[in-house]
Nanobody, 116 residues
Framework: QVQLVESGGGLVQPGGSLILSCTASGNLFSINTMGWFRQAPGKQRELVATITNIGYTNYAASVKGRFTISRDNAKNMVYLQMNSLKPEDTAVYYC??????????WGQGTQVTVSP
């Protein structure tokens, strides 16, 4: 089993910045993808950004240029630097990990609210 614990959510004004962190523990495999998804009220969960263990990244079009995903493999951590935040970025953000053979794991979620 794998456990994911997020931190760093909160309330921020439009145009502000936040950093989300996620720590993975448990039965971890070296070949994996980690990332962030989000779910706003009344909407489906959507991809925000992912990063492979060798650093390949993928971003949703809505956050490209504003958000940056990174990871520290030695610490089993993934980060999401969020800049120029907009009210439409308000959502619960979930940490995600996929590892062989095709097992998906989710964190408990952290609330991000962008409001004046």
């Amino acid at each position: 089993q794998v456990q994911l614990v997020e931190s760093g959510g909160g309330l921020v004004q439009p145009g502000g910045s936040l950093i989300l962190s996620c720590t993975a523990s448990g039965n971890l495999f070296s070949i994996n993808t980690m990332g962030w998804f989000r779910q706003a009220p009344g909407k489906q969960r959507e991809l925000v950004a992912t990063i492979t263990n060798i650093g390949y990244t993928n971003y949703a079009a809505s956050v490209k240029g504003r958000f940056t995903i990174s990871r520290d493999n030695a610490k089993n951590m993934v980060y999401l630097q969020m800049n120029s935040l907009k009210p439409e970025d308000t959502a619960v953000y979930y940490c995600y990990r996929r590892q062989a053979p095709r097992d998906d794991y989710w964190g408990q979620g952290t609330q991000v609210t962008v409001s004046p």
